[in-house]
C-alpha cells in the first residue's frame, strides 16, 4: 500500500493476545464484543401503544397532520418520562416509540424530523441501563439497514454519535464502517481499516445494507 507494508498475524489467538496487552486494543475488542451481543440479541421487548398507522407502506410518508401529532406525542411522552426518575420501564418505552418514528421519518425521506427524534431519544438515553441501551440502539440501526437506505443509516449513526456521547462511537464503528465500504464501493477498506476480526462483521452488515454479496470482502 504505497509505501506502507501492513502484516498481519495469521494466528488468530495470537492476534488477540497482542490486541489486549494495549489499552487500545483491549478497548476496540471490548467494543466489538459489546456491539455483538446487541445487534445478534433478541430485540428488546417494550410494550408500547404506538404499533405502525394502518395501512401506511414503510417508507412512504404519512399525512403531515398525522406525523406531527405522532411527533408531538413521542416527544411529549419523552419529556413526561424524564421527569419522572423512578420509571425506567417509561423512558424504555418513550425512547423506543421515538425511535420507530425516526426510522419511519427517515424512510420517508424526512431526514430533519428523523434526526430530531432521535436527538430527543438519546438525550434520555443515558438514564436506562446501558444494556438495554445499547441493544435497542443496534435493533433500531438493524431495522433501518434491513430498508437497504444506506444514507439513512450514515445520519441515524451520526446523530446518535453527537447526542449520545462518545462512547457510541466505538460501539457503532462496525456499522459506520460498512456505511463507508457501501458509499465508496470499495472492499479495499476491508483490509485498509478493519482488523481482521471485525470483517465478518462488517461484511454482515453490508450485506443487510446492499441485500447482495458483492461488496464482500475480497470481492
Known sequence: ???????????????????????????????LIR????????????????????GVMEGVALPDRVAARRREDALAALQEAGEEPDDPDRLARSVHLALDLAREELLA???????SLIRA?????????????????????????????VSAVRSAVHEIVAA???????????VA????????????????????????IVAGIVRAITGSEELGPGV
Open 35 to 54: 456491539f455483538l451481543e446487541a445487534w445478534h440479541e433478541q430485540p428488546v421487548a417494550v410494550d408500547t401503544t404506538h404499533q405502525g398507522a394502518s
Open 1 to 31: 500500500m504505497k509505501k506502507r507494508t501492513t502484516y498481519e498475524a495469521r494466528d488468530r489467538l495470537f492476534g488477540l493476545w497482542r490486541a489486549m496487552r494495549m489499552q487500545a486494543g483491549r478497548d476496540r475488542v471490548f467494543a
Open 177 to 200: 464502517d460498512a456505511v463507508a465500504i457501501v458509499e465508496a464501493k470499495d472492499t479495499r477498506l476491508y483490509y485498509t481499516r478493519l482488523q481482521p476480526e471485525e470483517r465478518a
Open 121 to 149: 431519544a438519546y438525550a434520555h438515553a443515558g438514564r436506562l441501563d446501558p444494556a438495554t441501551a445499547r441493544r435497542m440502539t443496534a435493533g433500531f440501526l438493524k431495522r433501518l439497514a434491513g430498508a437497504g437506505e
Open 164 to 174: 449520545g456521547g462518545t462512547g457510541y462511537e466505538g460501539f457503532l464503528k462496525p
Open 109 to 115: 425521506g424526512n431526514r430533519a424530523n428523523g434526526l
